[in-house]
């Protein structure tokens, strides 16, 4: 009696990791090039060295695709704020957003699809929901441990303090597209303490450079 190996079906699936990574590669490369309004499923897939079909297999159209693409990097890593005064999570935080913001892909990328999502709802719903939930994660942690600690007063709104705390560097690099220099970022963390009603300066340790 013989046997015979087990083959795969013909034409089956197999999404490849390497293939998967060199797709949102080229999304994200195709995206700050062209933009989302000119941003075509079959320049993504010449970029990236795949057929369409291999896109079509993982995301059902361009949008899907680009917003799996925002909700994976709002969920990106930063590091752990809780250096033990308000202003060093602070200055920890805009660091580590201002590293972020500062990438050539990400300073193209974000002004045009703030831009979109006033055309496109989808779009919109989606940029809400994921940086709404990440600011109130980071934030809101970053607020409580400051009123624990006697920094902030007991009645601080959580909900505008976040507002305060993210939305000058938002601005600062999304809108105005204005740089970013280590002396406005001390400014930034005084101005936004102050207007937290935190105390006056206390000593705060520098945050060591990001790298990568």
């Known amino acids: 009696m013989t046997t015979e190996k087990r083959r795969a079906p013909a034409g ?12 949102r590669r080229a999304l994200m490369q195709e995206l700050a090039a062209v933009g989302y309004g000119r941003l075509s499923i079959e320049a993504v897939a010449r970029r990236a060295g795949v057929s369409k079909t291999a ?4 995301w059902s159209s361009k949008l899907d695709l680009v917003l799996e693409i925002v909700a994976a990097a709002a969920q990106g890593k930063l590091p752990a704020l809780d250096t033990g005064t308000l202003r060093g999570d602070l200055a920890l935080l805009f660091q580590a957003v201002a590293h972020a913001l500062r990438h ?4 193209q990328i974000i002004p045009d699809l703030l831009a979109e999502a006033a055309r496109n709802p989808s779009i919109d719903e989606t940029l809400r929901r994921v940086l709404h939930a990440r600011q109130q994660e980071i934030g809101g942690r970053l607020v409580t441990r400051a009123v624990q ?9 959580p909900d505008a303090a976040i507002d305060l705390i993210v939305g000058p560097l938002y601005w600062r690099l999304a809108v105005a597209r204005l740089p970013l220099t280590d002396r406005y970022l001390d ?3 005084e101005s936004v303490a102050a207007g937290l009603g935190a105390d006056g300066a206390l000593p705060r340790p520098r945050a060591a450079p990001i790298s990568g």
């Open 187 to 189: 400014n930034l963390v």
């Open 55 to 58: 896109i079509y297999r993982r």
């Open 12 to 23: 089956a699936a197999v999404l490849r990791d390497e293939i998967t990574a060199a797709i």
């Open 104 to 107: 050539p892909l990400a300073s």
């Open 149 to 157: 600690r006697g920094e902030l007063p007991s009645d601080t709104d």
